[in-house]
């Protein structure tokens, strides 16, 4: 009885642990960024890659909805964090996930797809 409580206890402190390091990874995300480095994977034209310089900017908000512009804009989609805010999932407005690994730190946003990696600043 004294395991099964136990087991219990740790169970529920893990889960809180969880919830609040995705919170604050949540918390930094939340802001407007711009994109400063474009590294592509696969072949892009320079007109391609200046004009997600040129224009690329994301923003997050607090009830996880994103918009901006990447190749296209973005005007009405979503976001979710998992893996403890190493992957980022955004969807656009008819639903079609782009799934990334993230990296979130106070003042630098890096995206890294199978495409490409981009990276943000906070504006």
């Known amino acids: 009885m004294k395991n099964s409580k136990l ?16 919170h604050r990874k949540r918390d930094k995300l939340v802001n407007s960024w711009k994109v400063t480095a474009v590294e592509p994977k696969e072949t892009v034209s320079d007109s391609t890659k200046n004009a997600i310089l040129t224009n690329g900017m994301l923003t997050f908000t607090e009830d996880g909805h994103v918009t901006g512009y990447l190749l296209r804009e973005i005007t009405d989609g979503t976001y979710a964090l998992t893996e403890k805010g190493k992957k980022l999932v955004i969807k656009d407005e ?4 782009y799934v990334c690994e993230s990296t979130i730190t106070d003042d630098k ?3 890294d797809t199978k495409e490409a990696k981009l990276t943000f600043d906070k504006i």
Do not use: Q, R
Request: hydrophobic letters at 75%; glycine letters at 4%; one cysteine or more.
């Open 7 to 22: 087991f219990t206890l740790v169970i529920a402190i893990a889960v809180v642990v969880l919830i609040v390091s995705c």
């Open 94 to 97: 008819v639903g079609t996930p």
């Open 109 to 111: 946003l890096i995206l």
